[in-house]
């Protein structure tokens, strides 16, 4: 890369803005001057150990009304990005139409590729490529950030993180482009119109992880419609038949194990076509809560804090883990108390019949509603708090740990009544009233808080804001300084996690009693509909601009929809070995009945595991595609050795 | 390599014969002139295609007492081998103790490594090279073998799978090397011992799959001890109450899944020991009796037969599949037919009592033993020849398919008449009976027709083969032709395949009804014990010596495994609740009982998925050291990008 570092110049007469930084109100000059200069200092050539001082980016401050300059631009030249690009391990689609990893050297075979199309890198792609620079610029010698002896460094510590936990720097976000972006709502859900989302231009907009969510969201909803459609009849023709029942829920178990193996080859496909199904994952850096002792790190030689993982096995074994079933015993607890005032109410309104006594009945519910939600509430803080204290180097395995933890607690405290009234009040029919209740509940109160709500928000606030910007007409640039006072504003997208729980939790409620109330689906189905062109808005309008994230699938939530559809085999098979209908089959022996069940169940269990065995989890072309791949790095591989040798025997 | 290979020269003053070829007696002259002139030709240096036209070992004749000159020896100069190895992307240990693909290039970085030293490699290893080299001959614009117009080529056609399946070449194989083989036999079998098997030892003279199924079989049998140790009470003590079993059925299941979990994680340090955990997979080869039009195979590019997956599939689903089906039908059906006979002797016996009618109790236990027998033969052929009809480009493949056909025919036809008297015919006692009946039998005749049979044979040849040798005293290397005349009349070593089976169907015995019969863990730790004896006298005294194998893990007989512990938890749990002493807890509702089996089923289930779920399947020292030679494979690759370009540019 000698001669192509030295090709950068770090001004560019068209300097494109990609990423704002934040910085606190009265940051010292000598900060800013050493961040700054950090930033855009040519790289090194050399030692890879130089590469990561200095990002060579280019940074230009954002003129504010009143002169303070605490806000800046971050961009890059064409080239840069290019670079950058090969050091993210990018991958894109050639002129044969295979996905290669990008590398600056071999950039004239790649689709699209030309020195001045400036479009090759999707704008995501490219404050992704930024973000990533940002992040990997590390401390050299500096023991502290000039200004803040407090905020402590270490060689290879990276700064912004460091500037980040000391509150100097506020925020780094990704700018929106407003052109874009109504293009992409215009497509997205700007006209009615029945089809498909456009994914390919969500993920070039937001990135992989975004559009693999919404990409799920609408796989999901088409996977519901047959079983909808099945469902209908039994709702409006009131179907009782044991049989219908059995072929019903049969039809909902297999369907479920299908429709999440498809899952696995439709994200495989899309994932392919976007490139990160191939992308090499990256060493994963420290995540920025991390903290130890001053050490060696094992594995990559350099100095970091280093934590005993015994330590940590002993803070998630002896206390989250006892914890966590604390909390479960608690929710279970106070679900028993609201049976019980439910009970007392009921008695209470047959002993005095009144318009209070009836009002009274509802009570019960309206409590443990508000309780259940209070719950999740403090329970999700404490099991942030817990899984941050139990000390995870990286980002994926605290992730993993806090989607574990408030997983169990959401599903105990979701279905814990609805099972408590399956099967140990044998109540189908309240069971039935109790689950349509909780979904349609659940599904209007979600959309209204999720988007609803922040949307209204936002259109109050930037009409506040643009009141304010009216009396500045003056300034040259006014719109980006108006757009990016605006969107500092916004609120942060925080991620996936909780939509994903959402269709989670909507899955539990659609399989778990599938063959009690098989209209769930179909209100999952209209839920569905809604709930993306209500994310859409979201994502659009209300919060920032995410940094785009590569990924290649949904990572821990296949496994745990996969849970879901195993726990709901047993509990249909029970549901219908408890209906009349089929008890009325085995009058005289109800020991049949349990032992025909308990064989149905385990049939239906093994025909699972088997086809989740046989369906293979990419599609045969992606598998040939990937094979070809490994071949040719292989051959690759000889072919350099073998160079590589030439090269120094030449010597 | 430029210079490496030209540095190699075709005769060395110390050849060491490592590998024997016979040729079909009367093979034509040109022939042979031609297949040892393309092993031994000098490899070309330039593109990597030529590379494989010639193999560039040593191949030396072994004169025979009639001068007939049809069996070769082929040797390899050192430095020819340490270019082979860094071919097969051997892993070995470096001066800084950890383990590394070796190249030639960083020679002097591994560990016992000296430009004299030809120790370096194993024999084994050196073995493993030839043969690798001499499967990778390839056709280069021949069309047919010369000499032979019936056996056709192609380019790129592996010249000896087609020497072998056209005949010329009867087999290739190594040699044993006496004094290494009888350090081995002493240290493994020689001298009486307490302690471990030498399988360090094993892995260098018989490769990895051989030296990880003698761990397998170690590790298993110290494995079964806690359950023979707490087996035994049970029997001495005649302990019938519940309470007891339940424990002893509960210890048993949760420890089958302990030893697997942690069989994974020995498997691991083992392998990586030996370097075969980070061998990178090379690229297979179409096995030798693959066939198809031919074509361009779309992932190399290269012209080789293809045959169409969906073809394949057909086969797969709508002939194997019914047919396996059908046999084990067969089967089931032969075993009705068995219990039909035994009830008939027992009445006949019951009707006119006499020694004659005594005798005919047996005859149907004879009668099904030997059908059951001569079935799983024919079953065996017939999987054999379907697998290889459902034409399976890669051996790996072919494998998996037969294994598993196999495996469920075996599995039915050795447990089919366990699960009838358990669960059809509810007889506890002849359950015992005949658990105990099939366990000892099975295991005296497989110790007999394995190992002993064979040797005893191989005896009575090696006398023969003396004898006859004794009148040719005069010829100078006579020890060396009386080796290969030997030991090329010995019979091949199939594989692990049978081993694996045997320990299975022993794992199920244990496990299935271990409630039942808890002696019967007992009988396998003894079996084992002789076993492992058996076994490794088959190994150095009874088979030709096979070619080392490098492999990481047991592959699909974990799965299998595993799959077996989860259907013992099924059959234990029916077992304990059909047991009388559980009934009579249960006298007033049978109905309470079979929930509390199945809730305690489901329990137990549920405690080894999370289990198998939490325990890590490489031992943290393992995951270090795998993450730190995968952070050096990415920086090293970032340097390489940047040395090439520097290199690029300073073209």
Redesign the interface.
Known sequence: ????WSFLDTFEPNFRPLVVIELAKGTKEETIEWFTKRIVDKKANGG?YSMIFCAQLLVKPLEMENGDEHIYLVGASHLRLLLGA??VGLVKECNDNSMRTF???SRKTFKDFADDNHNFLTMAECQYIIKHELENLRAKDEKMIPGYPQAKLYPGKSIVRRLLTSGILVQIFPLHDREELKKLRHSWYGRVKVGYQPLDEIRCYFGETIALYFGFLEYFTFALVPMAVVGIPYYVFAWEDYDKYVMFATFNLLWSTVILEVWKRICAIMTYRWGTLLM?R??EEPRPGFHGVLGIN???GREEPVYS?IKRQIRIYLVSLPFVCLCLYFSLYVMMIYFDLEQWALDYHEANESNFSSLMLFVPSIIYAVVIEIMNRIYRYAAEFLTSWENHRLESSYQNHLILKVLVFNFLNCFASLFYIAFVLFDMKLLRQSLATLLITSQILNQFAESLLPYWLQKRHKKKMKKRMCSLKTETDLPLVEQVNLEKEMGAYVGTFDDYLELFLQFGYVSLFSCVYPLAAVFAVLNNITEIYSDALKMCRVYKRPFAEPTANIGVWQLAFETMSVISV?TNCILIGMSPQVNALFTDS??DL??TV?LVE?LLLAIKFIMAFVIPDKP?HIQ?KL??L??ES??AL??Q??A??????EK
């Open positions: 890369m000698a001669e192509s890879e090969e050091n590398t600056y050297s090499k990256q060493f094992p594995v990559t993982s047993v109800k020991t349990i032992l308990a385990h045969r040939m094979a070809k490994e071949f292989l051959e000889k072919q050795v073998r590589t040798d030439t090269y120094n025997s």
